[in-house]
């Protein structure tokens, strides 16, 4: 089936820990973003890139790293796991819409992770 | 810098009430507006958008949205609710010239048989 496909679905780590939230898409779409889902706030942008070997800061951007290698694949890198950093997370990719007005997205079923 | 506000953070009802949720943005240019809902344990899910033309926008299970420009909203309507439909609710808004989707913190809605 097409669409954003985040591996694992839950995930529970002990601070300190590293590990490594896996998303890909097979739509071809250049544009792919991370965000994390928190109780109140919403959901914010954590990374993203806007192609291969290009990416960029979000909203919170501290603790994670990315790496964009080939269109299909976006993975986030928790380095040393925090219990700040327990959320939902959640992949997107999109592209860009006829005549230039935006993007239209789609969203991966999300990981949820809990560090203790 | 663009930002969503979404006002209200909790709303209950009884079934067959009448559904508003405020959505209001903050951004000069042309933007795409979005909604979308969270069921309890499941990912996001697009109940309707914004891009031009009509201002009142008909979503799926019967809910609809009005862009009004001049006061930078995109509410999000539904004249009767039903149990089903306690979720939580994001509103978000995209402009034409960057990538970027800018969420409201949610309102979680919860609906009382």
């Known amino acids: 089936n097409a669409g954003v496909t985040q591996t694992p679905k839950f995930q529970v780590l002990k601070t300190g820990q590293s590990m490594t939230l896996q998303c890909a898409q097979d739509m071809n779409h250049e544009y792919m973003s991370w965000y994390r889902q928190d109780p109140g706030m919403g959901l914010r942008l954590i990374h993203y890139?806007?192609?291969?070997?290009?990416?960029d800061q979000g909203e919170v951007p501290n603790g994670y790293n990315v790496s964009r290698s080939t269109t299909e694949d976006f993975p986030l890198r928790l380095l040393s796991a925090a219990p700040s950093q327990t959320s939902v997370y959640f992949c997107?990719?999109?592209?860009?819409?006829?005549?230039?007005?935006?993007?239209?997205?789609?969203f991966g079923s999300g990981t949820r992770l809990t560090v203790v | 810098a663009q930002s969503v506000s979404q006002h209200n953070h909790h709303v209950i009802l009884s079934e067959a009430a009448s559904l508003e949720l405020g959505c209001n943005y903050s951004?000069?240019?042309?933007?795409?507006l979005f909604w979308y809902v969270q069921y309890p344990g499941q990912h996001l899910q697009l109940l309707l958008k914004?891009?031009?033309?009509?201002?009142l926008v008909k979503g799926i299970k019967g809910f609809e949205a009005e862009f009004i420009k001049s006061k930078f909203s995109f509410n999000l309507r539904k004249p009767s609710v039903q149990w089903s439909d306690t979720a939580e609710y994001f509103c978000a808004v995209n402009s034409y010239n960057t990538d970027k989707l800018i969420f409201g913190t949610g309102t979680r809605l919860q609906v009382f048989p």
């Open positions: 914004y891009f031009s033309g009509d201002p």
């Open positions: 890139s806007v192609g291969a070997g290009i990416t």
């Open positions: 997107a990719s999109s592209y860009p819409m006829a005549g230039g007005r935006g993007y239209g997205y789609t």
């Open positions: 951004y000069g240019g042309t933007v795409n």
